[in-house]
């Protein structure tokens, strides 16, 4: 069964701009959730959806938002790129329902200059 | 708010020796626990986990202790191995209400295993 795949894996941004990251999760999970990862920080929660529904959002300004389509797959959206943004994005997948371990991909490298 | 806390960030251990990596959490709600191995530019993999129900769960040379009136749990790795050179991670979640599917991870502990 194929793992957690991210798409793209290292990007570079200006200040301003605005990021789409993509997540495929696993075959028959139905639950994506998006974590931040930044030098000396554990992973930071931002946000999960299940069946195409937000059930939880962590503390992070509106500029992050995110969506899950039909076929479970998610994208991440960071608008108005700031240098404090630069981090590891990590998206990781489970069953949802009854399930607790999460899957995680290869994360995406946002570089913010 | 750290809820799950990772005091050590670092820990050095020889090879075939016991590796002990320690996680405390203040959350009494959290009724689920899991542990998590990362490599450097992959993904977290998970590794084991402990329902708030038992109070040891093991997996091959991978234990996991729980101590709930403490609010601590550790992982030992027996024997240690080079290839477990890696950040161990500690996550918790509750399984229930506003914050259901929602992981709380620490900070992680770099575990180095020499030869």
């Known amino acids: 069964k194929a793992g957690v795949t991210q798409t793209p894996r290292y990007l570079i941004k200006t200040r301003g701009q605005q990021v789409t990251l993509s997540c495929s999760p696993i075959s028959g999970h139905r639950s994506v959730s998006w974590y931040q990862q930044t030098p000396g920080q554990g992973l930071q929660f931002l946000f999960e959806?299940?069946?195409?529904?937000?059930?939880n959002k962590g503390n992070f300004p509106g500029r992050f938002s995110g969506r899950q389509f039909s076929n479970s797959r998610s994208e991440m959206n960071v608008s108005t790129l700031e240098l404090g943004d630069s981090a590891l994005y990590l998206c990781?997948?489970?069953?949802?329902?009854?399930?607790?371990?999460?899957?995680f991909g290869p994360g995406t490298r946002l570089t913010v200059t | 708010d750290q809820q799950v806390k990772q005091n050590s960030p670092s820990l050095s251990v020889q090879e075939g020796r016991i590796s002990i990596l320690n996680c405390d959490y203040t959350?009494?709600?959290?009724?689920?626990f899991l542990w998590y191995k990362k490599y450097p530019a992959e993904g977290p993999t998970f590794l084991i986990s402990?329902?708030?129900?038992?109070d040891k769960n093991e997996d091959g040379r991978f234990t996991v202790f729980l101590n709930k009136s403490a609010k601590h749990l550790s992982l030992h790795i027996v024997p240690s191995q080079p290839g477990d050179s890696a950040v161990y991670f500690c996550a918790a979640r509750v399984d229930r209400g506003s914050t259901l599917g929602r992981l709380y991870f620490g900070r992680g502990t770099q575990l180095t295993v020499w030869p």
């Open positions: 402990i329902s708030s129900i038992k």
């Open positions: 990781a997948s489970s069953l949802g329902k009854g399930s607790y371990e999460q899957y």
């Open positions: 959806y299940f069946s195409e529904t937000q059930r």
């Open positions: 959350n009494s709600m959290f009724d689920y």
